[in-house]
Every structure is written in structure tokens, then in C-alpha cells.
Nanobody, 126 residues
């Protein structure tokens, strides 16, 4: 599956952004989806994940309660709604897809994902 992320930009602390990721192909619903981020000089880290049908989600502690991941299998898209943004959220954000057999499985490990989007930059100013 090929992924194309969009929606990044510059926002003030406390503001909101919505990231979107469009997937190509007819097998989108066979993938668990996730969002990761990478700040300058740091490793890529897990942000959020969603199961194949969207029934299960999982979040990093740092974004829990502020970010919401969702998906629309009819449109082959996955989104990340980011509220109450902090300067620490500044990073390039990547969507990723993990082939998954179970409908309810969410994946947290970077190594479980085999397809990645190109990244979209989010900058949060103070």
C-alpha cells in the first residue's frame, strides 16, 4: 500500500491540526494503521494506532486525551486530530500501515509497519 500524508503546518501552542493520510490500493482494510513522529535529532516514536475496522485505538501517553486517530475504510483514509498542541509536539509526522490478520489488533512497534508515508511537518510555536 502507498501512503500520502498531509495537513501539517505551523500552529500556536494550544491550537489544533488535523492530519490525513490517503492510501492507494483496494486492501486498505487489511492493515492496522498508525501515526509516528520524529523530532529533529530524535528517534521516530509511536503516536497512535487504530485497528482494521477502527474499533480499537491506542495512544502514546504523551498524546493521550489530546489526539484522536480515526479511519474511513470506504475512503481509504486515516486521520489524526491533534488538539491542545504543545511545543513538544513539533515533529515530522508519518502515517504507516501494518498488515494484520486480526480485526481488533492495534500495533505499536515501528518494526511491525512495512509501509510508510513521506511525512508531514508540524511546527508548534510558543
Amino acid at each position: 500500500v502507498q501512503l500520502q500524508a498531509s495537513g501539517g503546518g505551523l500552529v500556536q501552542a494550544g491550537g489544533s491540526l488535523r492530519l490525513s493520510c490517503a492510501a492507494s490500493g483496494r486492501t486498505f482494510s487489511t492493515y492496522s494503521m498508525g501515526w509516528f513522529r520524529q523530532a529533529p535529532g530524535k528517534d521516530r516514536e509511536f503516536v497512535a494506532a487504530i485497528s482494521r475496522r477502527g474499533g480499537n485505538t491506542f495512544y502514546a501517553d504523551s498524546v493521550k486525551g489530546r489526539f484522536t486517530i480515526s479511519r474511513d475504510n470506504a475512503k481509504n483514509t486515516v486521520s489524526l486530530q491533534m488538539n491542545s498542541l504543545k511545543t513538544d509536539d513539533t515533529a515530522a509526522y508519518y502515517c504507516a500501515a501494518a498488515p494484520t490478520a486480526g480485526w481488533g489488533t492495534v500495533r505499536q512497534l515501528r518494526t511491525e509497519y512495512d509501509s510508510w508515508g513521506q511525512g508531514t511537518l508540524v511546527t508548534v510555536s510558543s
